[in-house]
């Protein structure tokens, strides 16, 4: 479906109305897509699918992913959290997980920027460096794989 | 022995104390939609207008589009690699390409690559492919003359070092010919001075940019070349009909970055841009699959700024500055002489006829002087012809 200019300025009107304080409010978020299915008006889905990659961005930037090897202690989860929220400011929701491929050390993803500290991108760093391309050529880092 | 040993395990305990973990910052988006040569990624929220974005598999990508919530981008390479999902990165460059004496007698690709099969291009500076102009104050007047071979030209419409000059005309009417005899003609000049030992004389290297032709007609004008000893002078840069439009929208800006480092090095470079028309349909295809807004035969509103910016480079620079210059000769061809149609209408033309090709083949030129609008007539001419 095409996303028109005029679908995607009335989802862009419709996500800054769901500002409270400068963040994303929850409730009214639900308002509008309640509202916008109630009132069926031509065009609706498109808006909403736009609104939605939206709310979907927002709520990335204001999502911190954190992959280690092995699960972190709380204490570490703490500071590592208490240090997102000094670079990101407060309200960081952070999701802790577990990704043995990283070998070691630690990958901290929010929205769009990635903190790699693990030992695989070091060795994907050593492999660029001696100009070796993987035997498959496929991105190692890439989630799921 | 178990000293030198001592000493060797304690220089190395000392390494590891010091080694720090070092952590990689970097700004990743994921691609949501490929194809045609495009991509559509979404995130990479710091990355800039035309850097370079690693798109995996050794494929390099150009963020030609910045969205609000995504980035569109051209790639250089086979994106029929490329997955949906895949993991994009932002570098932190712009295109860059090798420039320097190196590529002389080179045929490249887009990105300066050798296609030539001698071997890697000898190079150690880039230079990014887009650039802004030289502007007023570093420029200065054109003065000296390029001296094509051809008496037609040199007498009644000179051409400066540093001028732009527009090749216009219908399919066969020796446009390219004139180009190609230009540079057979400095390369002559520029042996001659050698032999001579003159070292007053200026050298003109060529640079020959090859738009969407058929390979058939890259590889003769090579050979033409490489018998008349020029290609020693000459870059060839090919972006042929079957190479993708990405890398044909790129070409011309690569051989105006290779011939700007002469320029900046205060040496002189002559350019030919063969041709414009495919160019500006190339660019016209990558804008399309962008989604960019169409205009006027669907070429984007900016495919003028896009060969006004290009043909801008052109510029014989003051003596403080080195002294060089880079004249561009593009080419432009045209559909049943309409000089007047969307793309063709550019100032500064030398307009080929094939009737007049036809009567005055003897002195190998069709230029049409009555219909010709030139900058610098007089100023860059020899007495010689002025007579």
């Keep these: 479906m095409k996303t028109t200019k005029e679908a995607k300025r009335e989802a862009k009107q419709l996500y800054r109305l769901c500002f409270v304080n400068g963040k994303l409010d929850q409730a009214r978020v639900r308002q509008v897509v309640g ?45 590592v959290l208490a240090g997102l ?61 | 022995m178990r000293e030198i040993m001592a000493d060797l395990l304690k220089e190395i305990e000392e390494q590891i104390a010091g080694a720090k973990a070092t952590t990689i910052r970097q700004n990743v988006g994921v691609i949501r939609e490929v194809g045609d040569g495009v ?148 390369a002559r000049l520029n042996r001659a001075a050698e032999a001579a030992g003159d070292k007053d004389y200026r050298p003109l290297y060529c640079i020959y940019v090859a738009i969407g032709q058929k390979q058939s007609n890259v590889a003769r004008i090579i050979t033409i070349l490489e018998q008349a000893g020029a290609m020693p002078y000459t870059i060839i ?41 495919k160019h500006a349909v190339a660019y016209r295809q990558v804008s399309l699959v962008l989604k960019r807004p169409s205009g006027r035969e669907a070429y984007p509103g900016d495919v003028f700024y896009l060969h006004s910016r290009l043909l801008e480079r052109a510029a014989r620079v003051g003596e403080k500055y080195g002294n060089g210059s880079l004249t561009a000769l593009p080419i432009i061809e045209t559909q049943a002489g309409d000089v007047s149609a969307y793309i063709p209408t550019t100032s500064s033309q030398s307009r080929m006829d094939r009737s007049i090709w036809k009567r005055i083949c003897s002195i190998r030129a069709s230029d049409r002087p009555s219909r010709s609008a030139f900058r610098y007539p007089v100023l860059v001419q020899r007495r010689s012809p002025r007579r």
Aim: glycine residues 12%; proline residues 5%; charged residues 20%.
């Design chain 1, 35 to 79: 509202g916008m299915i109630h009132s069926r008006h031509r065009g609706y889905l498109t808006v909403l699918r736009y609104f939605q990659q939206l709310v979907k961005l927002e709520c990335a930037r204001h999502t911190a992913t954190i992959d280690s090897a092995v699960m972190l202690p709380t204490g570490l989860q703490n500071r």
């Design chain 1, 85 to 145: 929220e000094r670079a990101y400011g407060p309200g960081i929701a952070a999701i802790f997980g577990r990704n043995p491929a990283l070998i070691g050390g630690i990958r901290i993803q929010v929205g769009s920027d990635v903190f790699d500290g693990s030992v695989r991108s070091e060795l994907i760093a050593l492999e660029k460096r001696f100009g070796i391309v993987s035997a498959n050529g496929r991105n190692a880092n890439r989630p799921g794989r």
């Design chain 2, 39 to 186: 991509a559509r990624v979404e995130g990479l929220s710091d990355a800039m207008l035309n850097e370079m974005l690693d798109l995996g598999h050794c494929i390099t990508g150009l963020a030609l589009n910045l969205e609000e919530t995504e980035v569109g981008a051209i790639i250089l390479g086979d994106f029929t690699q490329l997955e949906e999902g895949d993991e994009v990165r932002t570098t932190g460059k712009l295109l860059q390409v090798p420039v320097g004496k190196g590529l002389l007698g080179r045929v490249v690709n887009t990105l300066g690559e050798p296609l030539d099969e001698k071997g890697p291009v000898e190079s150690d500076v880039a230079y990014p492919v887009e650039k802004i102009a030289p502007g007023i104050i570093r420029r200065s007047p054109v003065r000296q003359p390029v001296q094509t071979g051809i008496m037609a030209i040199d007498a009644m419409i000179p051409i400066g070092r540093g001028q732009r000059e527009l090749i216009i005309g219908d399919r066969s009417t020796g446009k390219t010919t004139i180009c190609i005899d230009t540079i057979i003609s400095q």
């Design chain 2, 237 to 277: 840069v090919a972006s042929p009909a079957s190479d993708s439009a990405t890398n044909q929208y790129l070409a011309p800006f690569a051989g105006a970055a290779m011939g700007e480092w002469f320029m900046d090095s205060g040496m002189d470079a002559l350019i030919i841009f063969d041709d414009l028309s």
